[in-house]
């Protein structure tokens, strides 16, 4: 090596090895498909065998779904899928289409319409309460319970139901990465059953939040919660939320990806009925829950990770579902409010 030579790769080696040891102090701690994996399948068997909860029955086609169906999906937004158990039969999506019918009226008329016209605070109450409604004068509420959910689809664009209705699918279908179907059984049942958000919906008329046709927004509220979904496109859905609103795999894009924030926001404070303070404290993700048994929760930039498993706890919410997310999250470093100080960072 002449003089020079030596000179040049000693001003290389000292221009490189600090860059080298962050990228391999960053390799280190990195969570790599093997972990990732690894998590999923050892929530799975930790669970599988819990038996506690119960299915919903006040909708009567709910208390008929297989107890132990179980099934976990992860979705990394490069598009990895890691699963476990049954990510393949269908359950009612319930609830969590709330999220969806959301995204839809942000992308159509913005975060405005929703702040003035339903409210982003958690009401405090259950879901399907009417209090609330009378407490707030049909405001101050939030667009994931049955007030604020009824009133956000009545605020879909559409000449008729029917152009209301591919709507509400498409978005969903687009969040899921395929063509998604109703489950006739549970919108029948439902529909013969849901006499009170029938008078939820006529009181948010009588309110003026919602414009006008409430039992028309009511069907069409009853039908966006019977569309079927597998524990596989709950993660996608959940996994476009973690990619800035992008279908991880498919490539398509529902909401613009500045729309993202607001919606995991009141994921984060109303998703999971009463407990989501709770949930919230564990956890640190925004997620929703249905009760059919779907849970879905958002790592943003990380995953979008998914549960189906019927049973409910005393709020509303699957079981097994929030100890598996909980359980996987806290061993990929999912929680989002979760940092070390950057003298840490720099010594790991
Ligand atoms: N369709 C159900 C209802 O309106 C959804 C409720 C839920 O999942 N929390 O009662």
Redesign the pocket.
């Known amino acids: 090596m002449s003089p020079l030579q030596r000179k040049t790769s000693e001003v290389l080696w000292f221009v490189l090895a600090p860059a080298l040891l962050t990228l391999a102090s960053q390799y280190a701690v990195a969570q790599g498909p093997a972990d990732y994996d690894r998590a999923v399948k050892a929530a799975y068997e930790k669970f599988k065998n819990l038996d506690e909860g119960k299915n919903a029955d006040y909708?009567p086609a709910l208390a008929k779904v297989d107890p132990h169906l179980f099934g976990i999906a992860l979705v990394t937004p490069d598009g990895k899928v890691y699963t476990a158990g049954d990510v393949t039969s269908e359950v009612s999506i319930?609830?969590v289409s709330k999220v969806f019918t959301m995204a839809r009226v942000l992308q159509q008329s913005g975060e405005k319409a929703i702040e003035d016209n339903i409210g982003v605070d958690a009401t405090g109450q259950v879901?399907?309460s009417i209090n609330a409604i009378e407490q707030f004068k049909g405001k101050e509420m939030n667009p994931f319970v049955?007030p604020g959910a009824i009133t956000t689809t009545s605020m879909i664009d559409g000449a008729t139901p029917d152009s209301v209705w591919h709507s509400i699918i498409n978005t969903l279908d687009d969040f899921a990465g395929r063509t998604l179907t109703v489950n006739q059984d549970v919108y029948k049942s439902?529909s013969e059953t849901?006499q009170r958000?029938q008078a939820i919906s006529m009181l948010m008329f009588a309110y003026e939040r919602i414009k006008a046709n409430p039992l028309q927004a009511t069907d069409l509220?009853?039908r966006q919660?019977s569309v079927n979904v597998n524990a596989r496109d709950l993660a996608m859905m959940a996994a476009t939320l973690a990619n800035g609103g992008r279908n991880p795999v498919t490539g398509r894009q529902p909401i613009d990806s500045r729309h993202v924030a607001p919606i995991l926001a009141v994921m984060a404070t109303a998703g999971l009925y009463d407990d989501s303070g709770k949930w919230l404290y564990a956890t640190g993700l925004p997620a929703k829950?249905?009760?059919?048994g779907a849970l879905i929760a958002v790592s943003p930039g990380k995953f979008g990770i998914a549960v189906v498993s019927p049973p409910l706890d005393a709020a509303?919410n699957s079981v097994r579902g929030q100890r598996a997310i909980a359980d996987i999250s806290a061993a990929l470093g999912g929680n989002p409010y979760s940092q070390l100080p950057a003298s840490a960072t720099a010594k790991r």
């Open positions: 909708i319930q609830s879901f399907n049955n439902e849901n958000n509220y009853t919660c829950s249905g009760v059919g509303g």
